[in-house]
């Protein structure tokens, strides 16, 4: 199947047509490691409020560091990276945790402290709004009514009492997301979030998150395994391989066909997919 | 931004890692000869047992003779008289008061001590010093600390508090902190991640999920600071220590016997408090 990067199969919609600045602007980002090989190279990519932008790649493509470049996890060496106004390279002090703060990030293994409870867990999502009353354990009643509203968006507030260790992997995560808008984000970085869950866990998951990128107009970038999923909840796909962008096109410009070169074995390569695309 | 690239999807990626054919060949065998450094380490840690057990001058045959006179001191110890029994439960209360209040101290200045002692909460500057400084009062028994704290404070249950205070933060600050070095690192990166301080980090991230075992080590030091506060007595650190002392010093052994009793008793009962505690918690 042949698909013009160019082309489009129908009139693209306002959220295609980008018509805002980009959230979150990358250019020639490139990440190493102490010093060893790059990780990411030469990474471009724009993110506009309002988009699920699945990223796929496969286990070592640099999806992960990735998203760490863009809360500080991962050291930059080279290019720019801006994300909500802050320039990753050449943050003053103390800017890295309003950086921080102002991503909600979900996490495969969902990362809650299983023995708090669901709501103590989403209210750590404003730590860094919190107080001094906060030395002692305490939220505000605002906090805690915001909590609890996230707990009713994402389904699970009758469940707020309970520890999170004794919650479904489904339900722990959607937890997480509430955590994660607990933080009020500019954006949200979702690492394979549905990596340990069944199918019909993980396309409610992604469909949460589509809903909040949709409704709420926060970018979420998601990284995937599963490419059918990718094309059914996303706006927009990256492709990475060996760190480096391959794809990046509408959804609805790609098939799974088209993302082949992303997954293609190395000893494969150069043949076949890549001229569909060109 | 719509763009694909092929000339990148061309690259050859550099051939993954090989395992080395030899140790292919070392790992399909179902039998492998033990390699030298172990075969080695046996004489090595055989000869290590036998100069340790010379030096101890541990002897069998000793043991078998001397088991006559163990039986006749057991023999005297029966049957045990109360005729000071009122003093006897007034000591143990004293020893499980002193026991309660060195544990507490002890605990909370542990846990101090514990955040500077932790690597992944304390810089490096603060690690090191906290961790020699558990080193050096993990190395000194608690009836140094006793002596030295009845010469301080003079005789009686102060000194013994002090001294079961002091060393416990060798003991148990160790151990706490290497119970928040082994917390899950997935809720300390969530908690990194919405931008909490360090502080926060501990609050929400680490204490919550090292506090069953905090809560258990301190059970643990309770149980240990009941059965050393008898200890530290014989140094004229209060409790019921000094009593005991005396009994065997007296060869009044009914009343030794019924000393003993009484602290098998309360040992026990403590025993299995704090074990019902820590199955609930943990």
């Not at chain 1, 699970?156 to 919650?167: C, G, T, Y």
């Not at chain 2, 101890?56 to 005297?76: D, I, Q, T, W, Y």
């Not at chain 2, 050393?228 to 209060?238: D, F, H, K, N």
């Not at chain 2, 002392?245 to 009914?254: E, P, R, V």
Request: with cysteine; aromatic share 6%; charged share 20%.
């Amino acid at each position: 199947m042949t698909i013009p990067a160019t082309q489009h199969a129908r009139p693209l919609s306002a959220a295609e047509l980008q018509p805002q600045l980009p959230l979150v602007s990358v250019r020639d980002l490139k990440v190493a490691y102490g010093g060893g090989p790059l990780v990411l190279d030469g990474v471009d990519l724009d993110l506009f409020p309002g988009e699920m932008v699945a990223l796929l790649g496969s286990s070592g493509s640099g999806k992960s560091t990735l998203m760490k470049s863009l809360t500080g996890f991962a050291p930059i060496s080279g290019g720019s990276a801006r994300v909500g106004g802050y320039d990753l390279t050449n943050l003053r002090r103390g800017q890295l945790r309003d950086v921080r703060a102002s991503v909600g990030q979900v996490f495969q293994q969902f990362n809650l402290v299983g023995r708090l409870s669901v709501l103590t867990n989403v209210l750590t999502g404003a730590l860094h709004e919190a107080g001094p009353i906060n030395v002692v354990g305490g939220f505000s009643t605002a906090h805690r009514k915001r909590a609890l509203e996230l707990l009713d968006r994402v389904g699970i507030a009758h469940k707020a009492k309970e520890p999170a260790r004794s919650l479904s992997g489904g339900q722990q995560q959607r937890v997480a997301i509430a955590r994660a808008l607990m933080q009020r984000p500019k954006l949200i970085l979702a690492d394979e979030p549905v990596a340990s869950l069944d199918p019909k866990m993980s396309r409610s998951v992604l469909e949460l998150l589509h809903a909040i990128a949709r409704d709420d107009g926060i970018p979420v970038l998601v990284s995937l395994h599963v490419m059918p999923l990718a094309l059914e909840h996303s706006d927009r796909i990256v492709g990475l391989r060996h760190g480096e962008m391959l794809v990046s096109a509408p959804t609805s410009q790609l098939d799974a066909a088209a993302l082949d070169v992303v997954y293609q074995h190395d000893d494969e390569e150069g043949e076949g997919v890549v001229d569909d695309l060109a | 931004m719509s763009t694909t690239s092929p000339d990148r999807a061309g690259r050859k990626a550099p051939p993954p890692p090989q395992l080395d054919p030899r140790e292919r060949e070392r790992l399909e065998r179902a039998f492998n000869v033990p390699r030298a450094r172990f075969l080695l380490g046996i004489p090595v840690v055989a000869l290590l047992l036998v100069w340790s057990f010379v030096g101890a001058e541990f002897n069998f045959a000793k043991l078998g003779e001397g088991a006559v006179n163990m039986g006749e001191f057991l023999s005297r110890l029966f049957p045990p008289t109360w005729d000071k029994f009122d003093t006897i439960v007034a000591l143990l209360i004293e020893t499980l008061q002193m026991a309660i209040v060195g544990t507490v101290l002890g605990a909370v200045l542990s846990l101090v001590v514990a955040f500077g002692a932790a690597s992944n909460i304390a810089p490096k500057w603060l690690y090191y010093p906290t961790r020699w400084v558990m080193n050096i009062i993990r190395s000194l028994p608690d009836l140094v600390f006793a002596l030295m704290f009845v010469s301080a404070v003079g005789l009686g249950p102060f000194a013994g508090i002090l001294a079961m205070t002091i060393g416990s933060i060798g003991s148990i600050g160790k151990i706490f902190a290497e119970a928040m070095e082994a917390v899950d690192v997935g809720p300390v990166t969530a908690m990194q991640a919405v931008g909490a301080s360090k502080r926060q980090v501990v609050q929400y991230g680490i204490l919550p999920q090292s506090a069953p075992m905090l809560v258990s080590y301190t059970l643990l030091l309770f149980e240990g600071n009941v059965r050393g506060a008898t200890i530290l007595g014989m140094v004229g650190a209060g409790g019921i220590g000094l009593e005991l002392t005396t009994a065997m010093k007296m060869y009044d052994y009914g009343h030794l016997s019924a000393i003993v009793i009484c602290i098998i008793v309360l040992v026990t009962v403590i025993d299995q408090a704090s074990a019902v505690i820590r199955r609930r918690i943990t």
